[in-house]
């Protein structure tokens, strides 16, 4: 089995900063794409913020210059460093990672359980 754990959400002010961070856990062979993702409510989820295994990141539009992802492969955990942050960044935020399991051939998609960011204007 495997398992994503994020953790790092809370209530901050506009312009404030938070740093979100999801472990990976369990039976891994090895991790291929991570991400983040964020769902306000009534809304779609959405993609963040990407990095590959070379370390190529990508971002939507609306977080460029503000958010940085990176990840350590060390330790299997990816981060999202989140910077001048709008009350429109309030959403619930999962991360996600590509993982191929010990003793299976395929790639699988995993998800943390999500992790709450609220932004006060």
């Known amino acids: 089995q495997v398992q994503l754990v994020e953790s790092g959400g809370g209530l901050v002010q506009a312009g404030g900063s938070l740093t979100l961070s999801c472990a990976a856990s369990?039976?891994?062979?090895?991790?291929?794409?991570m991400g983040w993702y964020r769902q306000a409510p009534g809304k779609q989820r959405n993609m963040v913020a990407s990095?590959?295994?070379?370390?190529?990141?990508n971002y939507v539009d609306s977080v460029k210059g503000r958010f940085t992802i990176s990840r350590d492969d060390t330790k299997n955990t990816v981060h999202l460093q989140m910077n001048s942050l709008k009350p429109e960044d309030t959403a619930a935020y999962y991360c996600s990672a590509k993982i191929k399991q010990i003793g299976t051939i395929w790639w699988s998609d995993y998800w943390g359980q999500g992790t709450q960011v609220t932004v006060s204007s």
């Open positions: 990095i590959t295994s070379d370390g190529t990141t």
């Open positions: 369990g039976r891994i062979f090895s991790i291929n794409d």
